[in-house]
């Protein structure tokens, strides 16, 4: 047997050989010599090594060889002679990226529409139908909020259904006086007032009105406001007594006297439901306790409670309920009933509507 001479033994240096594995895999004969990249952490002293094979990327670190050495052994044909090369190690893996959700779903989509159940195929339809892009929503928020004024109408009591102060007219509870306990401005704002009395104009709204309340104002010098809270008050009675079958009309006008009222009247008093105008139950009690309020402002604070139950179809007790929600309450004149609204101001023990009643 032939003796080797070790002729020189060649330490790791700034280039020096890397033995590379991959991780699962190994290379055949049909392995060509590829180009590589090679990256030096001069502080951690440790070198990574990228190569892109058959279209994925492999990439790994030097292992650190802290118990032995890698030596090479390389030996010249002609003169016999041998070296030692010392070698790193690395071991290369196939590098995935983290952010394949949304492909993953979507295979996960198409698997389920050529292999899946009936049912399978309902629910994924269903969760693509439901992805909301963010994105989208934001800008069409913006796009609706940008024209609003910093200086609106607080409306939030208009939206609390479980609130007394939905079913009215917006009220000064503090206030020393009967009359400032609703304020006319508060209601309609001046320029509604007098748009509403020029689209009135010379007409005969009168005879248009529910006889009881023609016949409250038929022999009363009205101002403008008073005269408009009159219509306002007929025309929400009306609505009061309307079916839904009429109300989900196109076509369906609340106030044909004014355009101004009218479109006061469907905003306040009705709502859209699925691209179709509805009217739930407690927007028809908001539409009788604002008319009852009207009623009561321009009939110097009181009106007859037979009367107004008899009119409106209503038993006593439950008109004495919906009044003291208003502030006002039944008070007995002689042998006569009355809704009066007075100081103190009535206060109910308000609780959510469960029933037709509240």
């Known amino acids: 047997m032939s003796t080797l001479c070790i002729d020189e033994v060649y330490p790791k240096s700034i280039e020096n050989p890397l033995i590379v594995n991959f991780q699962n895999g190994y290379p055949t004969d049909e392995f060509v010599s590829k180009s590589c990249f090679l990256y030096e ?7 990574s090594i990228a190569v892109d094979v058959c279209n994925l990327l492999y ?23 041998v070296r030692l090369i010392e070698a790193g190690n690395v071991e290369v893996k196939p590098v ?26 309902k629910v994924m339809e269903q969760r693509e139908k439901l992805k909301v892009n963010t994105e989208t929503v934001v800008n069409q928020m913006h796009n609706v909020t940008i024209n609003i004024a910093e200086d609106q109408v607080d409306l939030s009591s208009y939206t609390k259904t479980d609130s007394e102060d939905f079913y009215i007219p917006p009220i000064n509870r ?4 009967v009359s400032d306990v609703y304020d006319l401005y508060k209601i309609l704002t001046k320029e509604q007032y007098e748009k509403i009395n020029s689209e009135i104009g010379n007409k005969d709204i009168t005879s248009d009105m529910v006889e009881w309340i023609r ?5 009363k010098s009205l101002s403008t406001e008073y005269k408009v809270l009159a219509l306002y008050a007929s025309c929400l009675i009306k609505l009061y007594g309307t079916m839904m079958k009429e109300i989900i009309k196109k076509a369906f006008c609340a106030c044909p006297h004014s355009p101004t009222l009218n479109e006061v009247i469907l905003n306040n008093f009705t709502s859209y439901v ?61 042998s006569k009933k009355i809704v009066q609204l007075k100081l103190p101001l009535s206060t109910s023990m308000f609780v959510r509507r469960k029933s037709a009643k509240f």
């Open 41 to 47: 952490d001069k502080n951690a002293k440790f070198k």
């Open 59 to 81: 990439a790994g670190d030097e292992e650190k060889e802290d118990l032995g050495k890698t030596l090479i052994l390389a030996r010249n044909k002609i003169t016999g002679k």
């Open 96 to 121: 995935i990226k983290h952010n394949l959700d949304s492909v993953l779903d979507t295979s996960r989509l198409e698997l389920s529409r050529k292999f899946g159940s009936k049912k399978q195929k």
């Open 174 to 177: 503090e206030a020393t006086d």
């Open 215 to 219: 016949n409250i104002v038929i022999n």
């Open 274 to 334: 699925n691209s179709k105008r509805n009217r739930s139950l407690q927007l028809k009690d908001k539409s009788l306790c604002h008319a009852i309020v009207f009623l009561l402002i321009i009939n110097d604070f009181k009106y007859s409670a037979e009367d107004l139950g008899k009119h409106v179809n209503m038993a006593l007790r439950t008109l004495t309920t919906k009044v003291r929600v208003l502030g006002a309450s039944v008070v007995t004149s002689g």
